[in-house]
């Protein structure tokens, strides 16, 4: 497997097709506006045009912005692009979640034990934003565990108290290679409808998870001492009844008259001045 080339590089992943570069964008603008350390950033990708005309890959001319915005910051940064296209259709494609809530690209992190990686990485949905250094989560030591992930808000209540959110994970890809985590992972999802289909999943089958604090996963309100927002789904209760919502960062309107969550207007401002740039835009 692939050697960590910049010992000091911090490793992030996020898995998306070229209609989430929004969120990728401003998810990244948060980490550099928080940390001076070197990045390296893989974004898993495919094209999948022939099921789905929308399934398009995140593009060069996108990795070229996002790796701009890093070495902004520190020049030792870079964007790499991954493309698992044929790895999908291999391993993932025709399963029994195919065609529900989430697209196929929600499944690319499965994919991970297929391509060279060094040893210890961040996963990140792309619907998450930094509130503080990632160098933080970086540090932290989970041991000889598979990964470290936050408790999830509402599976950890209704599922199993030790249900975990899997939009954040500090991967110990040594010690998940050692005990073929994803290979199982992928079978269960090939094999079992599912609601969450491979966060339940990597769940269910880790041999030994680490439980990280919710600052590195807040599901809620944003705290002092939060690192990572991650704008989920969630719940509001109203008597004896609940809504379901879903407001991503990109939902500007709603994440503040929703929300009430202002503290990434500095970022809103920079994703606006870049989309002027490039003429992109939401």
């Known amino acids: 497997m692939e050697n960590n080339t910049c010992e000091k590089s911090i490793h992030l992943c996020y898995c998306g097709n070229k209609k989430v570069f929004p969120q990728i964008l401003l998810s990244l603008l948060s980490v550099v506006k928080h940390t001076d350390s070197a990045l390296t950033v893989r974004i898993f990708t495919m094209d999948l045009t022939d099921v789905d005309e929308r399934f398009t890959p995140i593009t060069e001319g996108q990795r070229y912005i996002l790796q701009s915005v890093l070495c902004e910051k520190n020049a030792q940064s870079k964007v790499l692009l991954v493309d698992v296209g ?14 529900g809530f989430y697209t196929p690209y929600a499944l690319l992190r499965l994919l991970f034990d297929k391509v060279e990686l060094p040893d210890k990485l961040i996963y990140l949905d792309t619907d998450t934003m930094f509130c503080g250094d990632v160098a933080e989560l970086w540090s ?11 408790k999830d808000k509402e599976g950890s209540f209704w599922i ?10 500090l991967l110990n890809m040594k010690r998940c290679r050692e005990t073929d985590l994803f290979a199982g992972v992928r079978r269960m999802v090939m094999s079992r ?14 041999k030994k998870k680490c439980f990280l604090p919710r600052r590195f996963n807040e599901q809620r309100g944003i705290r002092p001492d939060t690192v990572i927002k991650h704008f989920c789904r969630g719940f509001r209760w109203f008597g004896p009844f609940f809504i379901i919502y879903n407001y991503k960062q990109t939902d ?6 929703k929300l009430k969550i202002f503290c990434f207007d500095d970022i809103y401002e920079k994703y606006d001045r870049l989309s002027e740039q490039y003429d992109f835009g939401l």
């Open 140 to 150: 932290y030591d989970v041991g000889d565990c598979e990964f470290g992930a936050v």
């Open 160 to 169: 199993n108290r030790r249900y975990c959110n899997s939009g954040v994970l």
């Open 252 to 257: 500007r309107k709603n994440v503040h008259e």
């Open 193 to 206: 409808r599912m609601i969450m289909p491979d966060q339940s999943a990597l769940n269910k089958l880790a």
């Open 86 to 99: 044929k790895e999908y259709r291999k391993y993932l494609m025709g399963g029994r979640n195919e065609g």
